[in-house]
């Protein structure tokens, strides 16, 4: 198995969700709490009140404004905790609170520097006095210094979708490795199975597979495979995993996989790409099309 650097996290550290009281933003309050729930980590959920200066002119709040803006965050918060405990039951993580004034995509940067991961929704109310959650999400991705979960339209957490199992897409290098660790260790918590998933080739699958030598191929990867794999049978074996070689596009394989998956996990960037890259394009491709929760999981070097 690579010796790639795997980010390390504090184990005191929580797992923090933004929330802004759309539906989106309360789903991410849910998966954020099963999440916590599964790996015992206290739960702080985050509202701003913040407002986003996107014209170079500050608006001008009075302290009649800032104390509504401030109850009304607090409303969120209530009902971010109420949505929260009842997608733990009995056993609900540890949950702080907090009204910011900064905005929130500021906020959320510098606390990922002590947080074990952050949840975000997709998108968000819109409303001026809170920034976008799209525009969130999106800076977040690529700023972050802790993993970072992204929940579209639902929190993935009902009956159905708790025996699906997590998918990991792989490319054969060392920025894969914190992407397998982070899918190994949510599998085993969540006690279902993991789909490894290596796709290759930008080529579209209309071409034909003995031009361009797929045996020979096909025997390559999967030697590379099995090369990042080493090692983690023996460290997860409750850990079913299953591997899937495909010669596509890694972003449409990926996706197809992803309708029977609970969770989507990938590198920041893979193949390809380079340590200045922000967000690879598999991964924001993803972000944009998926309809699971997805997490993006940087290298040590990508959060400078």
Known sequence: MTDRAVPQRRVDAPIIAAVDGSAVGYHAAAWAAADAALHDRRLHLVTSIGVADGLGLAPIQTEDDMSWSHLDGERTLVEATRIARAATGEQPPVITTEVTTD????????????????????????????????SVSSAITRHAKCPVTVVHSTSAIDAVSAVEPVLVGVDGTGN???????????????????????????????LDPAIVGWDAVEQSEDAVLAESLAGYAERYPEVKVTRKLMLDRPVRSLLEASEHAQLVV???????????????????????????????????????
């Open 176 to 206: 894969s490795v914190p992407a397998l660790e982070v899918a190994f260790e949510e599998a085993s918590r969540r006690n279902v199975g993991l789909v490894v998933l290596h796709a290759w080739s930008d080529l579209s699958t209309a």
């Open 103 to 134: 905005t929130i995509i500021g906020h959320l940067i510098q606390a990922s520097e002590q947080a074990y991961a952050i949840v975000v929704g997709s998108r968000g109310l819109g409303a001026f006095r809170r920034s976008l959650l799209g």
């Open 266 to 304: 990938v590198g920041s960037h893979g193949r390809g790409g380079f340590t200045g890259m922000l967000l690879g394009s598999t991964s924001a491709a993803l972000l944009q099309s998926v309809e699971c929760p997805i997490t993006i999981v940087r290298q040590p070097a990508d959060a400078e």
